[in-house]
């Protein structure tokens, strides 16, 4: 996800977290991909002097920080910042064939928006460890049982799926809905903003490695890559 989307995505929620009009908000990508990751040319862009307070890290802290129930409908690949943006909602219904993965120690960096510590506080650190350090990622049905999301439709139907629940959500009390997301999420997530600060660090500094560059040409290149750990 390029970061203009992703502050585009940021600013939709700002506008919508002050309409009184609006008490629950839904996100959905494409038939066959919710979002894919980062922009490659971006990460390829980056370099280990880059700041860790970024716009994009900024935008990021506003989506978690959106006070009103966020849900999300998942078709396809949910992959890298698309699961960190699952991640960041508060229900996720997907279809069948969702597939939900931190592939990014496949081009040589980690997760930098909360794809090791979300993560690990919503699936465990088993089997956040086996995401993160392989990049395999879960079936829908496998998400499921690992607490990532919380409900399986029939590909195809996880849009209407979402709206429904939504609707259903927002026939209840607004201030309830809101303070009962609040302190679900506290209890979950007491020390998250400076773990996921942490995490951005050791992000950025991946960035200026010749792994990270070596990653992404094997993946344009469509090869192997060669890893020298430096």
Do not use: Y
């Amino acid at each position: 996800m390029a970061t203009p989307l992703l502050l585009e995505v940021a600013d939709a929620l700002d506008t919508a977290a002050v309409d009184p009009d609006i008490r629950v908000v839904v996100i959905v990508g494409a038939p066959k991909v919710f979002a894919a990751g980062a922009d490659l040319q971006e990460l390829a862009d980056g370099t280990d002097t880059d700041p860790v307070e970024t716009p994009r890290f900024l935008g990021w802290a506003r989506i978690r920080d959106f006070p009103k129930p966020l849900l999300a409908g998942v078709e396809g690949w949910c992959l890298g910042a698309g699961n960190e943006l699952a991640m960041c909602c508060d229900i996720v219904v997907a279809g069948e064939d969702a597939r939900f993965g931190q592939p990014e120690s496949n081009l040589g960096i980690i997760p930098g928006a909360g794809g090791t510590v979300t993560l690990t506080q919503l699936v465990g650190r088993a089997r956040a460890m086996l995401m993160v350090l392989t990049g395999v990622p879960l079936s829908a049905r496998e998400a499921l049982a690992a607490g990532l999301i919380a409900e399986v439709t029939a590909t195809g139907e996880a849009e209407d799926a979402a709206l429904s629940l939504a609707a259903a959500i927002a026939t209840r009390a607004p201030r309830a809905m809101r303070e009962g997301k609040a302190s679900v999420r506290e209890a979950a997530r007491m020390a998250e903003a400076e773990l996921i600060r942490a995490e951005r660090a050791r992000f950025v500094a991946l960035l200026g490695t010749a792994d990270k560059a070596e990653g992404l040409a094997a993946f344009w290149e469509k090869r192997v890559p060669e890893w020298h750990d430096r």
